[in-house]
């Protein structure tokens, strides 16, 4: 069997969720505590962090943004990277935003703080970096409301990774109740959109130990 090591709230293995499930694409879940460097997983992936995806025949792929590309090359009857260059340039721009800009700028100063240090024993939430990063959360939002708004999906008239990109970093905010749906009536309406196909429900239905998620985060109609 297919399986990838992932952790529940990592936008990076969430990502790499949806484009297998949107694929139809079967596999395994296999929690790794990357804090732990595991012998095992760290000889798989030297840069010690997940996603990683090992193939049925035992091909061991690292990197969400590698493991998204060899999938869509993989299986190519669901594109999610887009069909002219043009559009596969513009999917390649936004996952950068969402994968690198807005990791940088608002989950860093959020995620991180109140859930990977957590995990990870490093202490108590810095105040700076979570005023940070809720003052840095209404641009993006404004932005992706702009997109949602120009165009049918987030890079242009299908589905694309950009699309999933941005919900995977969404939805792990949304869980621990750091989303402010009012800022931005778009953006909400894009990501109960999103959040509305059947790619979708296992991210839904997961649940992390000391963490609860609010009532409506698994409810479609907000």
Same mark, same amino acid.
């Given at each position: 069997?297919?399986?990838?090591?992932?952790?529940?709230?990592?936008?990076?293995?969430?990502?790499?969720?949806?484009?297998?499930?949107?694929?139809?694409?079967?596999?395994?879940?296999?929690?790794?505590?990357?804090?732990?460097?595991?012998?095992?997983?760290?000889?798989?992936?030297?840069a010690?962090?997940?996603?990683?995806?090992?193939?049925?025949?035992?091909?061991?792929?690292?990197?969400?943004?590698?493991?998204?590309?060899?999938?869509?090359?993989?299986?190519?009857d669901?594109?999610?990277?887009?069909?002219?260059?043009g559009?596969?340039?513009?999917?390649?721009?936004?996952?950068?935003?969402?994968?690198?800009?807005?990791?940088?700028?608002?989950?860093?100063?959020?995620?991180?703080?109140?859930?990977?240090? !957590? $995990?990870?024993?490093? /202490? @108590?939430?810095?105040?700076? *970096?979570?005023? =940070?990063?809720? +003052?840095? &959360?209404?641009?993006?939002?404004?932005?992706?409301?702009?997109?949602?708004?120009? !165009? $049918?999906?987030?890079? /242009? @008239?299908?589905?694309?990774? *950009?699309?999933? =990109?941005?919900a +995977?970093? &969404?939805?792990?905010?949304?869980y621990?109740?750091?989303?402010?749906?009012?800022?931005?009536?778009?953006?909400?309406?894009?990501?109960?959109?999103?959040?509305?196909?059947?790619?979708?429900?296992? &991210?839904?239905?997961?649940?992390?130990?000391?963490?609860?998620?609010?009532?409506?985060?698994a409810?479609?109609?907000?």
């Open positions: 069997m297919r399986i990838l090591y992932h952790q529940p709230l990592c936008p990076y293995s969430r990502k790499v969720r949806l484009v297998l499930a949107e694929k139809r694409i079967p596999f395994e879940l296999r929690i790794e505590r990357v804090w732990e460097r595991r012998e095992e997983f760290m000889t798989m992936n030297p010690g962090t997940v996603p990683v995806l090992v193939e049925e025949n035992g091909l061991v792929l690292a990197d969400s943004y590698a493991i998204c590309e060899y999938l869509d090359e993989a299986y190519p669901l594109p999610l990277l887009g069909r002219t260059l559009e596969r340039a513009e999917v390649r721009r936004l996952v950068a935003w969402f994968d690198g800009k807005f990791f940088r700028e608002v989950m860093d100063n959020l995620l991180v703080e109140k859930q990977w240090k !957590r $995990l990870m024993g490093r /202490g @108590n939430p810095d105040a700076a *970096a979570l005023r =940070a990063g809720y +003052a840095n &959360l209404k641009p993006h939002l404004d932005y992706l409301g702009w997109l949602a708004e120009t !165009r $049918l999906w987030l890079a /242009g @008239n299908s589905l694309s990774l *950009a699309d999933l =990109a941005a +995977a970093h &969404l939805s792990a905010l949304d621990i109740g750091d989303m402010d749906w009012a800022l931005n009536d778009a953006a909400k309406d894009w990501y109960a959109k999103v959040k509305s196909r059947p790619a979708f429900r296992p &991210l839904l239905a997961d649940r992390v130990s000391g963490v609860n998620p609010p009532p409506h985060y409810d479609l109609d907000f």
